[in-house]
């Protein structure tokens, strides 16, 4: 922790030779860049993996156009690898890493990260963590094809050998150090490192939603190291900790792996959601709705995290009196997430939308995502996932979640913060196509799932053709397959869109949105150091057409006199300064 | 352009190598509370590893628990004289603290070497698995202490980021409580 002593300046003198520039920088927003960029890279990884196997599924047996048969111990590792990928390479990076460090900085009116070193060595662990995740591919022995929950003893003592089992589980725990590392720099950043005058309360929603996902990921992701560890002496030192021969439980790897693994769901979520926040309010021109309500909402929501993690477990053999108590606090959950929901569409309630290409893609994950939390119910409630477990219904519903959070919110944010990461607008017409394919083609992928599941289509199944009562739903499993290709060629626009607008897209100024967030009171793209005068905020994050003003919306820094109107803004959110 | 260089100011009265400091110690609790936690469910529900915590060498443990408290004593005295500004003490006291390490490291081979030795391999049997997973995680985490300690000594002795002293010896005084956990738990339920 180079910089730990603080107290001189951080940001210093802006590099000028290119390593230091554009590869081993130390600039949250190129940090920001290349987490992004890897993100989006192993997001068309995971996609093509699911193309291949999806297409087994359609089409059992056939080789798949591009790729050759899909054997069944390969079918396995496309699945591990491509949950695995979505997850922790793609989600991770992008929403949390990527947003969170381009975005924090800026918001709080800072220079850059409290520990810029620290930040640059925590990408660079991530990076060596992606080259592991695609090498586990190629490992000796055969790729690891236990699922991406990596459940012993399929993990330790059923694929023998398999080294590309301990190349994923180096792979994650470098990723894991990685976002621990990021986290405590998130979480410094934005207790210490925030513009004069402004305090916790007087945060824009976003960086709430990251600090609160960095306490979630650093509090619930410890025992599962330790249970990695585990993992790897029971594969090579003889050990049996999940080996009920040597006294040792299977169940407790799946114990430490969903204490972990739920809460992670909501680590996604919560970046995900303060990207939509942000959008929303700029879009309406209107005040976050009950903002402080939302803030409560979500701690309430990131504690009883830690308490809904054996829902995934109900037949996996645990103690069936269990079973009442996770039900109760997997529906509980769904409160305070249904409270942020509500104060979401109550943002735009009455607002005067300006119905931008941003906030089409918010409104679509809103909207896509309630879907995935309506049929999470469903699993939530034991009675009803015994019968539902492990099948398609099971796959459908987290796809309804973790698209919209994985895919949908992130898209939102990139065509809402692409000018402001360079300076340029990306082109509305091809955003909405994009849109419009990617909406249609994901329904087209998922919908079908929730039908299939419900017919017994079990999710390890490589060929379902071999089955029965599974046949009268092949014309389904097509469909679904069609959705998967569209959905990959429904990307096509954002590529040309992304390079052409980069290149040649309309300058977009420094704040094309008219927002009121310090991230939009900078240039576009902000110069190394980014504000260009010292920050003093005077107000809350989201004071949108105040009566009596002639601008409709007044920036969190604005000096009073410069105001048109004067006088205090009558919102709910100005906060005395400090 | 080039844009005009904040000096670094802190929102809080905290120092902020301090609050980094403090949620790296809390996401380093979860990893241990984790591996802690198992092994006490674990204790629990087999009464008979009584007997075989009984073998583990418990004047050697108490002996490291007395080494890693003096140690722990040095470090307070390093953060004091950085806080007066006597960096050569503070870097004398901070090395003090290494060999407090390093003593308790040759102690844990001395005792790994007896109990392999005696056949009481990670592999013997399920408390030995975690005699090894939980005492070796914090060796782990003691020989990282010492390459900090000796790191953050030699700027200190130039008289460089003395606020530093304060951080290592946080995490220092971690390093023993976990210990304090690990030694009851491990070498005295029997």
Redesign the interface.
Known sequence: MGDADGGHPMSGPAPTSFWRRYVFSTDHKVIAKQYLFTGVAMAFVGGLLAYVFRSQLAWPGEPVPGWGPVGLDEYNALVTLHGMIMVFWVAMPVLVAGFGNLLIPLMVGTDDMAFPRLNMLSFWIFFLSTLLVVASFFAPGGPPGTGWTLYPPLSTSGMPGAWGVDVLVLAVALEFAAFLMGGINFLTTAINKRARGMGMWDLPLFVWEEIIASIVFMLSVGPLIAGALMLLADRHFGTGFYDPRAGGDPLLFQHLFWFFGHPEVYVLLLPALGIVAEIFCAGARKTLFGYRTIVWATIVAGLLSFIVWAHHQFVAGIDPRLAAPFSLTTILISVPFSITIFALIATLWGGSIRFSLPLAWAVAMVAEFLLGGVTGIVNGSAAADIYVHDSYFVVAHFHYTLVPIALFAPLAGFYFWFPKMTGRMLDARLGLLHLVATVVFFNVTFLPQFALGMMGMHRRIANPAAFEFLREGMPLQELSTVGVIGLLVSQAPFVVNLVWSWLRGPVAGANPWRATTLDWQCPSPPPHGNFEREVVVRRGPYVYSPPGSAEDFVPQDAPDAERAGGGAVPSPLVQPAE | ????????????S????R???W??L??????????V??YVL?RAR?PDWADQAARTLGWAGAFNTAVLLTSSLSAVLAHHAAVRGEAVRASHMLRWTAVGGLVFLAVKVYEYAHEISAGLV??Q??FW??YY?LTG?HALHVTAGIVALLAVAASARRGH????VE?VALYWHFVDVVWIFLFPLLYLSS
């Open positions: 352009m080039q844009a005009h260089a904040t000096v670094a100011r802190e929102s809080t905290v120092p902020t190598g609050v980094g400091v949620w790296f809390a996401s380093e609790i979860a990893i241990f509370g984790g591996a936690a198992c674990f087999y990670p592999a049997s399920l698995s975690f997973l995680l980021a003395l606020g530093r951080l």
